[in-house]
């Protein structure tokens, strides 16, 4: 084994247990985050001091440079601790390597030149609310626009927005542009059932004008066609893009799951059942079909992920690229691990107890952010698997994130 691979996997190691070493204080916040809708501050402080938010990043801007299988069990110990920490150091890793991937020298050097020795926090989405843009000389002008969902958004230096551009030939094509904190405004929106300290708010832009080189065109930015040099051989920028974005939005569910779990068990060496002779959950024959139970969905949720997650990797790293089927069905994948920690929610609620009504208890607080990851659009699993239903049956897929 190379000095080169050595070190990468030490580093990948470190990065995990850095990860792992935060759970205590990010469980212990929980009940804090939750009836906040934020992010403690010295939380923010001891992710960034961690290095947890350089997983993806370029090695030339003072990132790790890792791979999906580093991000990925990051993102899982992190939301084994909090599922909002949990979906901030997701969303917030996945930009990284996406506006990497998506933008040339220029709009790189400004975002992350001047702070490589800082952690750059970047927030955005795709689909917009509205937007009334235009094309003027040496950019666009953006007239008003607003972006729902924009997870980091509070914490967010940078942030990246979608918006439908004219192609030159009567149509319109999807851009993705970045823009500076000072350029926006965070609405205090982001009041939801779940991942309340996520940052998920509304995001408006109005009378900005965005450089050409701050834009780059959806179709081209997913062959790979503004990668700089520098980071073209390496196999991080190579990594598909839709099911990595797939991954980012999928990536908190086991780790959600398994603190969930932790919880549970918990509560099942201490508490009785209600109505019946058992004093502790632990002595009952369906407790412990139960326990076994969900610990096998979140195994096989583990497998599925890793096998996933390993095929990206592998694909990248010979620089082989996925077919569409391929594809399709490294989403589908995600979306059915999705379902198997739904599942073992489902059985470790048969047990939560009447407790569990209070909002209070910190489990009933996991099964929330869960219930409102696991709702997510991009990776409901009865969608992605009927995408892959599809393509195995020769049809087109129905859906553009193909």
């Given at each position: ?70 991000y ?28 990497s991937?998506?933008f ?126 520098e ?5 991080l ?16 569910a ?70 569409q ?11 059915y ?21 209070y ?20 990776i ?23």
């Amino acid at each position: 084994m190379s000095e080169t691979i050595v070190k990468k996997e030490e580093i990948s190691e470190v990065l995990i247990e850095k990860a792992r070493s935060l759970q205590k204080q990010l469980r212990d916040t929980t009940l804090e985050i939750d009836q906040t809708s934020n992010i403690p501050e010295e939380i923010i402080h001891s992710i960034r001091d961690n290095g947890l938010l350089k997983i993806l990043r370029p090695k030339m801007f003072g990132g790790y440079e890792t791979d999906m299988r580093t991000y990925f069990e990051v993102v899982t110990e992190i939301s084994r601790g909090n599922p909002s920490a949990g979906w901030f150091v997701s969303l917030s890793n996945i930009r990284d390597y996406m506006i990497s991937y998506a933008f040339g020298r220029e709009a790189l050097h400004e975002i992350f030149g001047p702070n490589r020795d800082q952690d750059v926090i970047l927030a955005g989405n795709f689909k917009p609310i509205r937007i009334d843009i235009e094309k003027v000389d040496g950019g666009y002008f953006i007239k008003d626009a607003q972006w729902p969902f924009v997870s980091g958004s509070p914490y967010a230096d940078w942030f990246y927005f979608g918006a439908p551009v004219e192609d030159g030939n009567g149509g319109m094509e999807m851009a993705i542009i970045v823009i500076p904190r000072k350029d926006v405004e965070v609405m205090n929106d982001w009041n939801v059932i779940g991942l309340r300290g996520s940052g998920s708010n509304s995001v408006v832009v109005k009378e900005v004008f965005v450089p050409d080189y701050r834009v780059s065109l959806d179709r081209l930015a997913q062959k790979g066609h503004y990668i700089i040099e520098e980071l073209k051989d390496n196999p991080l920028y190579r990594t598909p893009f839709v099911p990595s974005l797939t991954l980012s939005i999928a990536a908190p569910a086991l780790g959600i799951a398994q603190g969930g779990f932790d919880l549970h068990m918990e509560r099942v060496q201490k508490a009785g059942i209600g109505n019946t002779f058992y004093s502790k959950m632990n002595e009952a024959a369906v407790t412990h079909l139960q326990i076994s139970e969900i610990d096998m969905k979140l195994e096989c949720a583990r497998m599925l992920f890793r096998q996933a997650i390993d095929d990206l990797d592998s694909y990248s790293t010979r620089g082989q690229d996925f077919t569409q089927k391929e594809s399709v069905r490294i989403k589908a994948l995600f979306g059915y691990a999705n379902q198997q920690c739904k599942e073992a929610y489902d059985l470790m609620l048969a047990g939560a107890g009447s407790v569990f009504s209070y909002n209070n208890n910190v489990f009933q607080t996991f099964y929330r952010d869960f219930i409102a990851m696991h709702l997510h659009g991009f990776i409901t699993p009865s969608s992605l698997l009927e995408t892959y239903g599809r393509v195995m049956c020769d049809l087109e897929p129905n859906t553009y994130f193909a």
